[in-house]
T-cell receptor, first 111, second 114 residues
Framework: GQNIDQPTEMTATEGAIVQINCTYQTSGFNGLFWYQQHAGEAPTFLSYNVLDGLEEKGRFSSFLSRSKGYSYLLLKELQMKDSASYLC????????????FGAGTTVTVRA | EPEVTQTPSHQVTQMGQEVILRCVPISNHLYFYWYRQILGQKVEFLVSFYNNEISEKSEIFDDQFSVERPDGSNFTLKIRSTKLEDSAMYFCARIWGQGHGELFFGEGSRLTVL
């Protein structure tokens, strides 16, 4: 099976930076996803890392180290609307998009 | 971003009743996925469907569940005899592009079993 760990909650101030860590233990790793999920809504795709390194998309960046089983999502210039749950998910196997999700990190942005 | 429409947005049913949840992609595609999320819990994989056949399914996807693509467009998840623990959000998902790795979720159908 897959074991995916991420912090339960984080709080930050508007305009600040927050880094959400995710560690995983899995076999047949083939990529790591980050999703944003507001309460009562569907997960929204943020990033997909399959190779080591940092990928940047505007205010959001995602990093992957496959040797360490570690990823982080970096949120810059936080806005109130960034208050949400952030889900780390691991893809296992090449032939399918079966994802194993972490429990999610609830980020609260305060003014 | 590809659109995936799910109906109904919310369904309330009595335990033991059959429920059909629908997923309608805007453009034709071969791969579809169903996930579910019980309130306050993780998103969980249910089943993947490729070219009108089940590609992979999880332990959750037991005999009471089935998937179909009855008319070549709509993609359905049927729960034959609902149980209280089937109450959850059910998400249809599809891949955007060829091997780009972007798995997009529909808005979800909330199922409440009484």
């Amino acid at each position: 099976g897959q074991n995916i760990d991420q912090p339960t909650e984080m709080t930050a101030t508007e305009g600040a930076i927050v880094q959400i860590n995710c560690t995983y233990q899995t076999s047949g790793f083939n990529g790591l996803f980050w999703y944003q999920q507001h309460a009562g809504e569907a997960p929204t795709f943020l990033s997909y890392n399959v190779l080591d390194g940092l990928e940047e998309k505007g205010r959001f960046s995602s990093f992957l180290s496959r040797s360490k089983g570690y990823s982080y999502l970096l949120l810059k210039e936080l806005q109130m609307k960034d208050s949400a749950s952030y889900l780390c998910a691991v893809r296992v196997g090449r032939s399918d998009y079966k994802l194993s999700f972490g429990a999610g990190t609830t980020v609260t942005v305060r003014a | 971003e590809p659109e995936v429409t799910q109906t109904p947005s919310h369904q309330v049913t009595q335990m033991g009743q059959e429920v059909i949840l629908r997923c309608v992609p805007i453009s034709n595609h071969l791969y579809f996925y169903w996930y579910r999320q019980i309130l306050g819990q993780k998103v969980e994989f249910l089943v993947s469907f490729y070219n009108n056949e089940i590609s992979e399914k999880s332990e959750i996807f037991d005999d009471q569940f089935s998937v179909e693509r009855p008319d070549g467009s709509n993609f359905t998840l049927k729960i034959r005899s609902t149980k209280l623990e089937d109450s959850a959000m059910y998400f249809c998902a599809r891949i955007w592009g060829q091997g780009h790795g972007e798995l997009f979720f529909g808005e979800g159908s909330r199922l409440t079993v009484l």
